[in-house]
């Protein structure tokens, strides 16, 4: 009996030792093939520079879905397709300012021009709204106020993100409700217009946009976003002219929808080919900038990751899918369409694996997994060690993927060292020249290491 | 018997417990001033805007000398003190350039202008050298091509840092003595001068300084490094044409050694005044760029955990001395003189901990401890994790604290992200607009975090 065990123990060790040698040479080979010879960084260059801003619904958008079809079909997979995906159409329009007089110190009135930005879905002022400006940090302090004192008025939140937080994005989470419901919260009272303080953790003079939401039956009022340093001026000169009259002007059009697509490239498997592991980011962007790290970034890693496979000889057991998916930024309708044509298709869908973090440095994974998948991600530490994939957290994993879940699927986030994402994030300075070129690579590494794993071990379901 | 130990057990976890517990709030309060209310940024806003560059033994140095003292005596340690040590004293001098002509597609003959920059140490050209180039990747290239192929001619050594390898100071030290070799070793075979390809992991047109060491009694012949761009260019060059001749000028001068001075601050120990905990950085930097990364971060961050420790009112048992050594760059005078005071004075040094990877987001600390030590540090994980200080590994430490070691001494490195780190190093670009406020501030927060849980739990010993 004890022999037997020591005997099946040896095996076991045995055989774990070499499965966990061949799969340290295959991140090896990984992570080689992607620093040395890698395409992400020149693909993102192209993104960015030659496509740039690529709002879901505008021509931009429909540009970048022919690039990403294409330059997936150089690398020849097994198959590329196009998901058509129904998207909305707003644009920003030409004109958006925002204007006031401020006493200067010498007692003479000065002109001011502040930077901002209408948030994504914004309905334009039809001409420009002059109105007095009241400042707010929160809906309590907004309710406090009430009708009397906001009606016909310009509300502006003024509200930073937590700089004391250590993670960013809860940072942003805490922050988010103001941008998503504030226009219409300050409706309710009245107001002609909204303005925010950025969502950012830099104290500089981008304004950083973003999607609003109106809510149903309630006037929708213009809204935009001020860069830091513009919010922390008007808030001054708020203080020593209550009354002053703020300018705002906002050429936003809203059009109907349209159709545009999600790019789709497959490698089938080899054993389980009616398995599908998922790998993307989204290829819209926000219409400002150059959207490198958000999302152009997840976009080149994930095609990135179907090129050092196919470099690397690697033949997949399970049906590998790179998807570019569309509008992330505005609802979300890529992912939803993919989620949706998965299940009338009864597709069985074992991984999925998501860059929207931004081409920075990767730490880790963030996952959405049941306790034995989560035991197995554990049990690769060892292996991911080396690439400093330390961080293992269970939590989010991605806006795209996220309506995948349910049932035995485990979704991933890759997972980064994101102090200046929100420095960049929907605004003027998300572009190429940000983003570092084996930050990028090692993201795309990480990604790649990942799916292998995934895709030599399979993925338990619960119990 | 067991009741006993029952209890014992008890009564350790409960102490335990609130110790994590009070531990735990104090590093909580330490991120907060430091994301806060830090002022390290605008620290080293000053020190690379205001002095900028400070390479030992130049006048900006010493004014980095008087800056540092005057900033400490600002947050009212107990004292602060200058001590003297002797560093050398060389200058790059007004000129330095490297051109040849190269023949354009057109068939004509161009001329080329190099980004390069002289090496740290080197003697200058004497005018302008011009001589033939050899291009060889690698000490023993070098010695194939023997006396015959070398004499009277220029010395290339085109080898790049590794880009294969995770840890970018790994891929640092594989290229490093060519750096410092490579002039002699070229000397040896009768060279007139020596270029090496900058080491840096960026692909831009930034030469990146550093020192050489000449070997005693071998003729120091001048040295100056290429940029990346300027590397690849003339090696392409000199395929086309391996006659081409390059003019080398180098204006840089030596002269005899001069005193500067270590900045010291101490706050005394309530519990043991007589045993040091030393932070620390090096105040000097080369005398390119601005000396952000390298190491103005590590000195803003060290009168950082001082100042934030002030904020706090708190009361070190241990005596913490904020040291801001001088010369790291160019033989380790700072470090060496403290180390060797400490050793006249029968000063008891229980740890010390130093930055200098740049002021990148930490990510834990590198370790030269005993294994008592390293179970110690360990069991802070839990503590640390909310920071994203995962990674605690044995290792290095900092050049300025290592002639510390021996004995019961704990020595920990602030560990970053460094993957851009030698993007930046010793070059003109290494300059505060790259280095970002938070990152910086994690970086000095994880810095007292340690400092903290050093000075209260003590330092064990060997066994």
Redesign the interface.
């Known amino acids: 009996m004890m022999k037997t065990r020591l005997t099946t123990i040896l095996v076991f060790f045995f055989v774990t030792g070499i499965a966990q040698e061949k799969d340290s040479v295959m991140l090896s080979k990984i ?2 093939e992607i ?2 010879r890698g395409e992400c960084y020149d693909n993102l260059r192209y993104l960015c520079k030659g496509i740039g801003q690529r709002l879901a619904g505008s021509e931009s958008a429909a540009k970048a879905i022919s690039w990403g079809k294409k330059t997936l079909e150089e690398i020849q997979p097994d198959s590329v397709y196009l998901m058509p995906v129904e998207v909305p159409h707003w644009t920003r329009g030409k004109h958006e300012s925002g204007t006031y007089s401020a006493m200067a110190e010498d007692g003479q009135l000065k002109p001011v021009s502040v930077a901002l930005t209408a948030l994504g879905g914004s309905v334009g002022t039809g001409g420009t709204i002059t109105a007095e400006v009241v400042e707010v940090k929160s809906f309590e302090e907004l309710q406090a106020l009430g009708e009397e004192r906001v009606k016909g008025k310009i509300v502006f939140f003024n509200k930073a993100m937590d ?2 937080l ?1 993670n ?1 994005g809860a940072a942003y989470g805490g922050a988010y409700p103001i941008r998503g419901k504030g226009p219409s919260e300050a409706a309710k009272y009245g107001a002609v217009a909204c303005l925010i303080r950025s969502l950012t ?3 500089d003079n981008y304004p950083h946009t973003g999607a609003t939401q109106y809510e149903e039956g309630v006037v929708r009022i213009p809204a935009a976003a001020l860069s830091a340093v513009a919010s922390r001026q008007l808030s001054k000169d708020l203080k020593a002219n209550p009354g002053l009259k703020f300018n705002l002007e906002l050429s936003c059009e809203a059009f109907p929808r349209t159709m545009q697509a999600n790019v789709i490239a497959e490698i089938r498997g080899t054993a389980f080919p009616d398995e599908y592991i998922t790998i993307g980011g989204h290829l819209d962007s926000w219409d400002i900038g150059e959207g490198a790290h958000d999302d152009g970034a997840g976009i080149v890693q994930s095609i990135e990751v179907l090129r050092a496979f196919r470099a690397l000889g690697y033949q997949p057991r399970h049906t590998i899918r790179i998807v570019l998916f569309i509008n992330e930024e505005f609802g979300n309708d890529g992912g939803q369409t993919y989620a949706r044509c998965a299940k009338e298709q009864d597709e069985i869908h074992v991984a999925a694996i998501e860059s929207d973090a931004g081409g920075f ?1 990767p ?1 880790g994974f963030e996952c959405d997994l049941n306790d034995h998948q989560y035991e197995l991600l554990k049990s690769w530490s060892g292996l991911f060690d ?3 994939l ?2 293992l957290r269970r939590g989010g994993s991605g806006v795209d993927i996220r309506p995948l879940k349910g049932g035995r699927i485990a979704l991933f986030g890759l997972s980064v ?1 994101g ?2 994402y929100f ?1 960049y994030h929907h605004s003027n300075n998300d572009i190429f020249e940000n983003v ?4 990028l690579e ?1 993201g795309a590494a990480a990604m790649a290491s990942l799916a292998y794993m995934l895709d030599q071990t399979g993925i338990p379901s619960e119990k």
């Open positions: 992570h080689e620093l040395l700089a004391a250590i960013t953790l830099a104290d440095s730490v080396p690439y400093n330390l961080r060292e102090q200046r420095d570092n070129k084996r930050e090692l």
